[in-house]
């Protein structure tokens, strides 16, 4: 394999990389926000829950904990968790290839 074929499957891995890592970034924010209690009247807080929100559209609400902070918890979480995992992997099969 040529040196700058493998240079270019390693700055794809790197973006991939890159995107799951903010994919995450953003949804564990929105956790701690949540927690927290942030103003939900301030525009880079409903900018993050927005975000998350579209991000997470498919585990959120997912689980019935009876309180809510464990629903977002499990909710959200489990979304980002998936992101690292799948975009880890995939970056790690772009290397190889």
């Not at 975000?51 to 585990?59: E, F, K, V």
């Amino acid at each position: 394999m040529s040196p700058r074929h493998r240079s270019g499957s390693n700055q794809a891995a790197t973006v991939v990389i890159v995107v799951a890592d903010i994919m995450a970034f953003i949804l564990g924010l929105w956790i701690l926000m949540y927690l927290l209690d942030a103003n939900r009247a301030n525009d880079l807080v409903n900018f993050v829950q927005d975000a998350a929100r579209w991000l997470a559209g498919w585990s959120h609400d997912l689980f019935t904990f009876d309180e809510a902070w464990a629903r977002v918890v499990a909710g959200y979480g489990l979304a980002a968790v998936v992101y690292l995992f799948v975009g880890h992997a995939l970056a790690n099969v772009v290397r190889r290839h």
